[in-house]
């Protein structure tokens, strides 16, 4: 029954979003949409940001189900774009927010998932630290993200698989030569 409800208020934040920014909802205006008490809006999220927060997560592991490797980590990145695009009204007025680190903070997370992911399958049989693997990750994460949010800032005019395309050209065969260099002997 919780998720079931934190999906209701999930759904009510993105109906309003479509009719007034971020900093004009209140809580009492989700949960009239929603249908339920402002208490029982405060016994799943302690704020409307804990809720965004919840809601960026929520799409982004349905976007990233099983997408972390390396045979398919730009169709991970791919659907992360997309789940993006689904949800443009609620990403771009939450951007657009006095929350846009909170999409940051999301997409940062979101992405370092995905590249450690592929980079420790690259990294299987070499002895490559684990802080040297997380440092190669992040510089992706840092690079990823940052293709993301000048898309996000841009409107999200470019077609996502455009961008994976000259993504994909860019880091072929890149992430397992940076961890050659960081191989211990």
């Known amino acids: 029954m919780s998720n079931t409800t934190k999906r209701a208020l999930e759904a009510s ?7 007034k920014p971020l900093d004009k909802i209140t809580i009492s205006d ?4 929603c249908g339920i008490s402002r208490m029982t809006f405060y016994y799943h999220f302690k704020d409307i940001y804990d809720l965004v927060e919840w809601a960026c997560i929520e799409d982004a592991s349905k976007a990233l189900d099983g997408k972390k490797n390396y045979d398919d980590w730009q169709e991970g990145f791919l659907q992360i774009f997309e789940a993006v695009l689904d949800n443009k009204p609620f990403i771009l007025n939450v951007y657009h ?3 846009r680190e909170q999409v940051e ?6 992405t370092y998932d995905l590249m450690i992911g592929v980079v420790e399958e690259l990294a299987q049989n070499m002895s490559v630290k684990d802080s040297d693997k997380a440092f190669i990750a ?5 690079a990823f993200v940052g293709l993301m949010l000048d898309w996000i800032r841009n409107s999200m005019k470019e ?3 455009e961008i994976i395309k000259h993504l994909s050209i860019l880091v072929q065969g890149n992430i397992a030569t940076a961890l050659d260099h960081y191989r211990q002997n």
């Open 30 to 33: 989700i949960a009239n949409d």
């Open 105 to 110: 903070t999301y997409l940062y997370k979101l």
């Open 13 to 19: 934040l993105k109906n309003l979003l479509l009719k």
């Open 97 to 99: 927010s006095v929350s």
């Open 138 to 142: 992040n510089f992706y994460k840092y």
């Open 159 to 161: 077609e996502p698989k």
